[in-house]
């Protein structure tokens, strides 16, 4: 079976090496599968949110997919699964 490539920012790379993330609204990965377990966003927020009304809800209130290089998951998403993003930090008191 021939290997399925994806071309993000003008390179073409190998779907399996990728990532799909799920954001919320406020830019924070929440969700982060590996590119070859869904062949396109729509397959990969099934796989986050299995049913409808809770996708549908997710895509009004601004969740959004992204497919991302190993890089850029290092870049935008990781520090999100480690909770050191400030993406929804406190306000100071």
Same mark, same amino acid.
């Given at each position: 079976?021939?290997?399925?490539?994806?071309?993000?920012?003008?390179?073409?790379?190998?779907?399996?090496?990728?990532?799909?993330?799920?954001?919320?609204?406020?830019?924070?990965?929440?969700?982060? @599968?590996?590119?070859?377990?869904?062949?396109?966003? +729509? %397959?990969?927020?099934?796989? #986050?949110?299995?049913?409808?009304?809770?996708?549908?809800?997710?895509?009004?209130?601004?969740?959004?997919? @992204?497919?991302?290089?190993?890089?850029?998951?290092? +870049? %935008?998403?990781?520090?999100? #699964?480690?909770?050191?993003?400030?993406?929804?930090?406190?306000?100071?008191?």
């Amino acid at each position: 079976m021939p290997e399925l490539k994806v071309e993000i920012d003008g390179q073409l790379y190998p779907l399996r090496a990728c990532f799909w993330v799920l954001f919320d609204p406020a830019n924070c990965a929440v969700g982060s @599968e590996h590119g070859d377990l869904a062949v396109d966003s +729509e %397959q990969s927020h099934r796989n #986050f949110t299995p049913r409808q009304r809770d996708r549908d809800r997710q895509t009004r209130q601004g969740y959004r997919i @992204e497919l991302l290089t190993r890089q850029q998951w290092g +870049e %935008q998403a990781k520090s999100c #699964f480690y909770g050191t993003c400030t993406h929804h930090k406190a306000p100071a008191a």
